[in-house]
């Protein structure tokens, strides 16, 4: 064999979450002796599903979360490697394991969001959340009620666009409409409704990713304020 045939390629997929990986393996082949016999027993599609967890390129979400727990894994250890040793601590600590692994996931997604503009620009983020498939705000949504000036849980669960102008609105939604799939990254600057009525020129960016244990896609946005006096193009 030549040297170039000798070559091992770079990995497509690098891990992201080294460790968890390794750690939620371990569990399932002590406990059930092979992936196929957790997937069976807990319903989980394999590989389709399962891989990217045992890969490392993805984190636990909530569902798989609860179905790893209703199997008796220690939550804990799997996603920080930390045994839990208080029994009675269990619920506190597995509310804050599904924080942490939302909050990881969400930084994740930022940070996606952020490496595909120009390095060489400084950008600053001034809100962020996660958004379910309908567009809706879901999650760490404080930082966006800061930014319009809405008290706190006041835009929960309501739907993103409708903080848009309406002269904004309509483009936006069917360039949303045309790209809902896995990985794409979109870009706007529109004017959204402050609390006090007015309108705020922000500029954000919304990445889709796939829910996992679903067909559904979810999305996380980030957003900056922009001068008002800028014209929008």
């Known amino acids: 064999m030549t040297a170039a045939t000798n070559k091992i390629p770079a ?3 690098p891990v992201l979450f080294p460790g968890v990986n390794l750690r939620l393996r371990e569990y399932i082949i002590s406990k059930h002796g092979s992936v196929n016999a957790f997937c069976r027993t807990s ?4 590989p389709a599903q399962m891989t990217p967890y045992l890969n490392g390129t993805s984190l636990p979400g909530r569902k798989m979360l609860k179905r790893l727990e209703e199997d008796g894994a220690d939550i804990e250890w799997i996603l920080h490697g930390k045994k839990s040793n208080n029994p009675s601590e269990f619920a506190r600590k597995l509310m804050i394991s599904h924080y942490r692994t939302e909050l990881e996931n969400l930084l994740r997604k930022a940070r996606n969001i952020t490496d595909l503009l120009n390095e060489s620009v400084q950008v ?3 809100a962020y959340a996660i958004l379910d498939h309908e567009l809706k705000i879901e999650r760490f949504g404080h930082s966006i009620e800061k930014l319009l000036g809405y008290s706190e849980n006041r835009l929960a669960d309501r739907n993103f666009l409708d903080l848009l102008h309406s002269a904004d609105r309509e483009k936006i939604e ?5 790209n809902r799939q896995p990985d794409v990254n979109l870009n706007f600057v529109s004017r959204m409704l402050q ?18 244990m679903s067909e559904k896609i979810e999305f996380a946005v980030i957003c900056r304020r922009r001068n008002n006096n800028e014209k929008l193009t």
Not at 43 to 46: D, N
Not at 195 to 212: C, F, K, N, Q, T
């Open 11 to 13: 990995p497509t997929n």
């Open 174 to 178: 069917k360039e949303i409409k045309r």
């Open 195 to 212: 609390a006090d009525g007015r309108y705020s020129r922000i500029e954000w960016s919304l990445l889709a990713s796939e829910v996992p």
């Open 124 to 126: 600053d983020i001034d």
């Open 43 to 46: 319903g989980i599609k394999y």
